[in-house]
């Protein structure tokens, strides 16, 4: 365990000392006054719609040792209430943060596994982060704190830990590679290129170089692919003379393959090779797409030189972060399947396929819009509509003003027009699914985090 010095946080951040200890150390970081601890730093984060600059006093009040800002009050008085607490001015605190962060890296060297992905980052996260901490006391990214915020205060909780895995996400260019040179991962996985935020950078192609800005962090880094993939497997192709590359699949020969695959409503088998054994792997949560993040797991616990056994027993003991795939079983039998923590068309149509596989019961999807999609937008939610039809979902409900291209081509592919609802809003969205749904019925509840069809999810689950 290593802690920050102040005399050290002064030379990183270049900062200037107002008053205080050179020699305090810093354990435990906070941006948050209302959950912010004894003996705590409070780094002040100015962001367009909030300055944390403003709440300095109530940190130190609050129990906090030090205080990190950008802007200070030019009344000196007010400073003398404070003189036992160290209060450091810097021109950034953003800045600051990412310089600390990395200086906090710096001092570990330990395995540290970094997570992007057009989807199934936070999944593959929980399911690596499981195997992981079977050899390794890992630290891993909670929730989805992938962001230039959450990443850098993820590495800040570092004390005691052997390993660490970070999930990174992102809109544009840049901020993938901002993360990763803080992070310096040594081992880089790529879960797939897809649509999300096409609107943004044009392309699946580009939204491939965006994800690959994550082997800035390090060159030597050990680089971990899904090979089903066309991008990827493409990119494969024509680095693998250059790069250190695992790959893993169900389709595609990989150096990881799943085989013998049994797919169930609440689970799936299949059998990898792993020493030159086969061994069988459960994954405790259903559809094929979960196949490939706990492939992508093994493929992790192999380079990290993990027993096979061990490797097993994180995969079928790991649990998925809430509001992903929450499966719900009301009395009456109906499951409310909540996956609506965000949306892409790849990620619909897993969920949608996920949903297909349950036989005996009828099937209803709850879809709203997808954002950041851009000129794509009308095609994409077309092809969910598309997918809608080829899933043999019985019953489509949509929400939002995009969604209405779902319906549309629902309607247009042969879906029954009176198996078709577009509300325009979450209440009476609501309010009709429970006049249509029976018991055993499945509910699936998918759409980008922006529509808050988790409340829907919420207002289900209190019954019909």
Not at 119 to 139: E, F, Q
Not at 342 to 367: C, D, P, W
Request: hydrophobic fraction near 40%.
């Amino acid at each position: 365990m290593r802690n920050l010095k102040i005399k050290e946080i002064l030379e990183v951040t270049k900062g200037e000392l107002i008053q205080g200890d050179l020699e305090l150390e810093c354990k435990n970081f906070s941006k948050d006054t209302r959950t912010i601890q004894k003996g705590d730093t409070y780094l002040a984060i100015k962001g367009e719609k909030f300055d944390g600059n403003l709440f300095w006093k109530q940190a130190l009040e609050n129990g906090a040792d030090c205080v990190i800002v950008s802007e200070i009050p030019k009344d000196k008085e007010s400073l003398k209430n404070y003189k036992n607490k160290t209060i450091i001015k810097v021109k950034n605190t953003l800045e600051a943060l990412y310089e600390i962060a990395k200086l906090k890296r710096s001092f570990y060297q330990i395995p540290v596994i970094a997570i992007t992905g057009s989807v199934g980052k936070t999944s593959t996260k929980d399911i690596i982060a499981n195997v992981v901490s079977k050899k390794y006391k890992t630290l891993k990214t909670i929730g989805n704190n992938n962001n230039n915020i959450g990443l850098p205060f993820t590495i800040l909780k570092l004390q005691d830990e052997e390993a660490m895995v970070l999930e990174m996400g992102m809109n544009h260019f840049g901020e993938i590679r901002l993360l990763t040179n803080i992070a310096k991962p040594d081992i880089c996985v790529i879960t797939n290129i897809g649509t999300s935020h096409i609107g943004n950078l044009g392309s699946r192609e580009n939204i491939l170089k965006a994800k690959l800005e994550i082997l800035e962090g390090n060159e030597k880094a050990t680089v971990v692919i899904n090979k089903d993939n066309d991008l990827l497997h493409k990119w494969q192709e024509e680095n693998k003379n250059e790069k250190t590359i695992m790959t893993y699949g169900i389709q595609e020969h990989s150096d990881m393959n799943a085989k013998e695959i049994k797919l169930k409503n609440d689970s799936s088998d299949f059998v990898c090779e792993l020493e030159n054994k086969k061994v069988n792997i459960t994954v405790p949560v259903g559809g094929e797409h979960f196949i490939l993040n706990a492939l992508c797991a093994v493929s992790v616990g192999k380079i990290l030189k993990i027993e096979p056994e061990k490797i097993v027993e994180g995969i079928e003991g790991f649990e998925l972060t809430k509001k992903r795939m929450d499966i719900t079983e009301l009395a009456n039998g109906i499951k409310i399947i909540n996956d609506a923590y965000n949306a892409s068309l790849e990620s619909m149509q897993a969920s949608l396929n996920y949903l297909a596989e349950f036989k005996n019961n009828r099937k209803i999807a709850v879809l709203g819009d997808m954002l950041e999609l851009g000129e794509y937008t009308k095609e994409l939610h077309e092809k969910v509509g598309e997918a809608v039809v080829q899933s043999k979902i019985d019953i489509l409900f949509c929400a939002g003003e995009k969604a209405k291209y779902i319906e549309e081509q629902a309607k247009a592919k042969g879906m029954a027009k009176e198996n078709v609802y577009w509300l325009e809003n979450k209440e009476k969205m609501v309010d009709k699914i429970k006049e249509v749904a029976k018991a055993n019925d499945i509910i699936l509840l998918k759409a980008s985090n922006g529509m808050r069809f988790f409340e829907i999810a919420e207002e289900l689950q209190k019954g019909f």
